[in-house]
């Protein structure tokens, strides 16, 4: 179901590049670090989230574009741009936000932490007694796993990790065997904290913090015994993270998967970072190295990785700089705490994460492990962590003899490994594992309980909007449906068998399913509205989602709004439509809403003459999702809950008015400044929905 790209069929001007706008949406969560009105230790969260993003866009995103230069690639994408020319654009974006990011923290975040008594104090500021104790901790726990590497012919310049701390040290004179090579390189273990505590006793604040590069930037002289160091600089290497698996050659998936991983942290240098310190020569010498140029060379003004930060968030306990705690809250059907299959038989029940707890999905696979009734499990598991509740239970409920299948995908970015390792752990206990497709790879969240009753057997699904991850169900938004529909049913079966079997797809009744059907049903369902308009009925159109950029589908919105539907987008990353353009665009209306939580639901409403249908989804509108993932989109058929879906998802964050960012045509964004009632729509949802309420 793979497809060509269909860059040559619309015009370039209809588009705007993905990765300049997934650069937009890194500037919208740095303004929140950016904002005054959010708690300081969660401005200095969103700070680090800026710089985890980045490093994930370098691995994946411009590792991809210098992979095309590399190719000798000329094809330009849907908005007309050549890799060469995007990695420009790309270099100077960057390089602005890095520059933006860096004068926040200087001169705002750091200074506004000091004045509440959490504090980085700089090496010539540090007092005796804390020379001394960095000295001692230098000597007893630093020194012993560090090695440092004269670079000469005997000793050529070791392999750096992808993003771990290093340190180039400019020396001079002859060491012990006469040689003057006057590099050397110093690799921090990862085994050492970038961040260390000092102790109460010795500071004047109450959180006093130093860096591990300060550490051994004050003491490197040690490691070069008479020898004179002319400078120290910290560096970080960001390298090619995408993983390759020839469909062509492979056996074993999971074999296969395994030896990339291994090869993961030594792909192909993208980006170097060094301390703003460091010399000309020094920094000419490293991107020659690592056969970079001077675009893809980033100089910063304080540690090399602002990710290492966000762990300072955590150590300090001053609830008054965070966001208040909630306790999420449970729908009315399961408050009184009725059974979880007799609460699901007598109505469906929706979830919407965080505000609503992710319990009910817990216990609902945790009584099935239990109850002697339930006959089979089946579930699909993209993301779900190192240590998952979810897990366990199918581990259980398959020791008790259980028929439990798990489509588990291992090619789940940068959560292989734990996906591996959940993969033995259910083998061992007897559980069917199996990866999908090989080639497409399954992100539908879907679990289905068969479970014989009085009346025969009956099976109980979730679908989800979110991984099964507990974790993250804590911050992402998402919503959840419990169903024990039997159409839906039949369909979850239908899915689940295609996913372990072998077989021609069948027509399902309700759900929409990627890669063969997900993207002309909602095609067709934009169509539709736009016949509505054009015979003067009423016709609206709203979406939220995590992505727009599938070509054919904006073609088609585009189409729908100068047919005269209205039509409301809630997109929170890159979007590729440009709204509002006169003759193409105005009826289209693109706002993303950034926050305390990420958000993350996926939520499809068409007006259909008054009908109103409302689906939910694990997929974006992308080529991937619609093409290269198996993916659902369910319908919610309940009307009260209908009714919610519509309230919480989608008019919440149209109308809200504090965190909310309009889209331009050009593509970049405009807050939303508050006239009258300030209206937040997490905010709303945490009162309304919460049990803190």
């Not at 090579?181 to 500071?203: H, M």
């Not at 100089?299 to 700089?321: A, F």
């Not at 707890?357 to 696979?365: E, K, Q, R, W």
Request: charged share 25%.
């Amino acid at each position: 179901m793979h497809r060509p790209p269909l860059s040559q069929l619309f015009p370039t001007e209809h588009f705007i590049n993905r990765e300049l706008s997934l650069l937009q949406f890194q500037r919208r969560v740095l303004a929140q670090a950016a904002d005054h009105t959010v708690p300081l230790l969660e401005r200095l969260r969103f700070l680090c989230i800026v710089s985890s993003n980045l490093d994930e866009f370098f691995e994946i995103r411009v590792s991809g574009i210098k992979e095309q230069i590399r190719l000798g690639s000329r094809t330009a994408g849907n908005d007309g741009l050549l890799p060469t020319e995007l990695l420009d654009r790309v270099s100077l974006e960057v390089h602005s936000i890095i520059a933006q990011q860096y004068e926040l923290l200087n001169e705002d975040i750091l200074p506004a932490l000091e004045a509440e008594s959490i504090v980085f104090p700089r090496r010539h500021l540090w007092t005796d007694a804390q020379r001394a104790w960095v000295r001692d901790y230098f000597l007893r726990e630093v020194i012993p796993v560090l090695t440092p590497i004269g670079l000469d012919p005997a000793h050529p310049f070791p392999r750096v990790l992808n993003k771990s701390l290093n340190f180039a040290v400019e020396l001079e004179g002859l060491d012990a065997f006469g040689r003057d090579s006057g590099t050397a390189i110093v690799q921090a273990p990862r085994a050492l904290p970038r961040v260390i505590r000092l102790p109460r006793e010795i500071c004047e604040h109450e959180y006093t913090f130093v860096f591990l590069s300060s550490v051994l930037h004050a003491h490197v002289g040690e490691l070069f015994s008479g020898m004179r160091v002319l400078g120290c600089y910290q560096f970080r290497v960001t390298r090619n993270s995408d993983l390759f698996v020839d469909e062509e050659e492979v056996k074993d998936l999971r074999v296969s998967l395994k030896g990339e991983l291994q090869q993961r942290h030594f792909g192909d240098a993208v980006r170097l970072e060094i301390a703003d310190n460091c010399s000309e020569k020094m920094a000419a010498f490293l991107l020659q190295h690592f056969r970079l140029g001077p675009k893809d060379l980033y100089s910063m003004p304080g540690i090399v990785n602002l990710v290492r930060l966000m762990q300072v968030t955590d150590w300090v306990n001053r609830p008054d700089l965070n966001y208040p705690p909630f306790l999420p809250g449970l729908p009315k059907t399961l408050e009184k705490g009725r059974e979880i299959f007799d609460a699901i038989r007598k109505q469906d029940v929706l979830l919407h994460h965080p505000f609503q707890s992710f319990t009910p999905v817990i216990d609902l696979l945790r009584a099935a492990a239990d109850d002697p009734q339930v006959l089979a499990i089946k579930m699909t598991v993209y993301r779900t962590g190192t240590d998952s509740v979810l897990m366990e239970h199918l581990v259980r409920a398959a020791q008790k003899g259980k028929e439990v299948t798990v489509v588990l995908e291992l090619m789940a970015r940068f959560d292989e490994e734990a996906n591996i390792n959940w993969a033995n752990r259910l083998e061992e206990v007897g559980a069917h594992v199996v990866y999908g497709v090989f080639g497409y790879k399954t992100h539908a969240k879907l679990l289905m309980l068969v479970r014989r009753e009085e009346d025969g057997l009956r099976r109980y699904v979730h679908m989800g909007t979110g991984n099964y991850h507990p974790r993250t169900t804590r911050f992402y938004t998402d919503f959840g449906l419990l169903t024990c529909n039997e159409e839906i049913g039949q369909d979850v079966a239908e899915v689940f068998k295609q996913l372990t079997g072998l077989g021609k797809a069948s027509t399902l009744k309700h759900l929409w399913q990627a890669p063969f059907a997900l993207q002309s049903n909602v095609v067709a369902a934009i169509n539709a509205e736009a016949e509505l308009a054009r015979a003067g009925r009423r016709a609206h159109i709203m979406v939220k989602m995590n992505a727009l950029l599938e070509p054919e589908t904006i073609e088609a919105l585009y189409a729908a709004s100068q047919a005269g539907v209205d039509i409301d987008l809630i997109v929170r990353g890159p979007c590729a439509l440009r709204p509002g353009v006169a003759g193409l665009s105005e009826n289209i209306r693109v706002r993303s809403v950034i926050g305390r939580f990420l958000e993350h639901h996926r939520i499809f409403y068409f007006r259909a003459d008054g009908e109103d249908q409302v689906y939910l989804s694990s997929a974006d509108w992308m080529d991937r999702n619609f093409f290269g993932r198996i993916e659902i989109a369910f319908p919610v058929l309940d009307q009260r809950l209908k009714r919610r879906v519509i309230k919480e998802g989608l008019r919440a964050y149209l109308g809200d008015n504090c965190q909310a960012w309009e889209m331009l045509e050009d593509g970049r964004y405009r807050r939303k400044t508050p006239r009258g009632v300030r209206r937040a729509a997490q905010m709303i949802l945490l009162t309304e929905l919460s049990a803190s309420r």
